[in-house]
């Protein structure tokens, strides 16, 4: 990132992303926290760090940030390259399955730097006609045609395609009623629109802080995409669920829907709660993990995943540990240090020969796969989680 960003603002979010409310009320503050989720080779004290500023609208009770990042300055530098680890691989090979059902001719795919998802679909349809919009492309395929871009730069861009597909783009948007209500505007009457979207709220209960941050700005649950998708000339047709994980959802234009919000705000109001259980869940186990330092010392320690759930454990207390560095499995991690702490990236393998050697792991949906693999790799190492 530039210095130039050091004084940056946070963009004002004013009125419901949800219900388009004016009336939000303060619910929580966490001050100071990195802005970026990845890794980075600049110097440390260019790091930025702004308040994540969370609000619940009073007429639908839906949780969303008020301060909202740039998007300039949050995406400045690509963190998910690379779709690393056996949940994501199954993840954009099961979604494709769900779209091919329909054996589309076209796609339009709004997002998907990295080109697995569209791989997968073309590795099923050979003839598909495939386009990709996206403003930081990292693949290079010449049976992918790609305009770099935001898609809402020429919203024109899905006509004449039959199927549009977007996978974990809903929930990073600061205007997602508006982006819907664009696609359904341009995009044809036959066709069907295909999305992921994640379980929020099952992260928030594996203490996953991945759920909702500077990226992930609203509580998204099925009943607030209902909503939303009803709002913007959306019906949704089915639901898959994919390991608790993601939501693979279906949805096709209709002329007259009715448009309810009420199922939106008793699920908000109810799940509200799982936000704090976070944050208390994620203290707790910082705490715990401060006491097992002293039942061992000296033994070599890391911290699993060069992301948010490093920074956020980092946030709360982690610093006070003495921990070498930070384990990903994302080569192009390597060697770099992760945003808003002072920790390396190793890969795991660097553990393999280490005698007496603990890994703190707090990773969400990808806590068994993750725990398997460094066992794998040493069996002698001491997990905290």
């Known amino acids: 990132m530039n210095q130039i960003f050091q004084s940056l603002e946070l963009i004002k979010r004013d009125s419901c992303v949800l219900c388009g409310s004016s009336s939000l009320t303060s619910y929580k503050n966490l001050t100071k926290f990195p802005i970026y989720m990845g890794v980075t080779e600049q110097p440390i004290n260019e790091d930025i760090y702004m308040d994540q500023k969370w609000a619940v609208c009073v007429d639908c009770f839906c949780l969303q940030l008020v301060g909202l990042v740039p998007l300039q300055v949050l995406y400045s530098q690509n963190h998910s390259v690379e779709a690393v680890g056996n949940i ?7 979604f494709a399955k769900t779209l091919i059902r329909d054996s589309p001719v076209s796609v339009c795919e709004i997002g998907g730097s990295h080109g697995y998802l569209a791989k997968q679909i073309i590795g099923f349809l050979p003839d598909v006609r495939y386009l990709m919009v996206e403003p930081d492309p990292t693949i290079i395929d010449e049976r992918i045609k790609i305009v770099k871009g935001y898609f809402e730069d020429d919203p024109k861009i899905v006509k004449g395609f039959d199927t549009i597909v977007h996978s974990h783009v809903l929930e990073h948007l600061y205007e997602p ?127 699993f995943g060069a992301h948010v759930f490093s920074q956020s454990l980092y946030y709360l207390g982690l610093n006070e540990c003495n921990i070498t560095g930070v384990l990903d499995n994302a080569l192009m991690k390597k060697g770099k240090r992760l945003y808003g702490t002072p920790y390396e990236v190793f890969q795991p393998e660097i553990i393999r020969n280490l005698e007496s050697v603990r890994v703190i792991l707090k990773v969400a949906n990808y806590q068994s796969e993750i725990r398997k693999q460094l066992i794998q790799i040493n069996k002698n190492v001491e997990i905290i989680e």
Do not use: R
């Not at 994501?88 to 099961?94: A, F, G, P």
């Not at 309810?260 to 259980?277: M, Q, T």
């Open 88 to 94: 994501w691989q199954t993840h954009h090979k099961e």
């Open 177 to 303: 009623v508006k982006f819907l209500s664009e696609i359904n505007k341009n995009m044809e009457d036959s066709a069907i629109m295909h999305m992921s979207i994640p379980n929020i709220n099952q992260l928030l209960l594996n203490c996953g802080s991945n759920a909702l941050n500077f990226e992930h700005t609203y509580f998204l649950t099925l009943e607030n995409l209902d909503y939303i998708a009803a709002k913007t000339g959306f019906e949704i047709l089915s639901v898959d669920n994919y390991i608790n994980h993601s939501f693979f959802v279906k949805l096709k234009k209709k002329k007259i829907i009715e448009v309810d919000i009420h199922k939106a705000k008793v699920s908000n109001e109810l799940n509200l709660k799982n936000f704090d259980l976070l944050w208390s869940g994620l203290a707790k186990f910082v705490e715990k993990t401060k006491l097992s330092f002293y039942g061992n010392p000296t033994a070599t320690t890391y911290i």
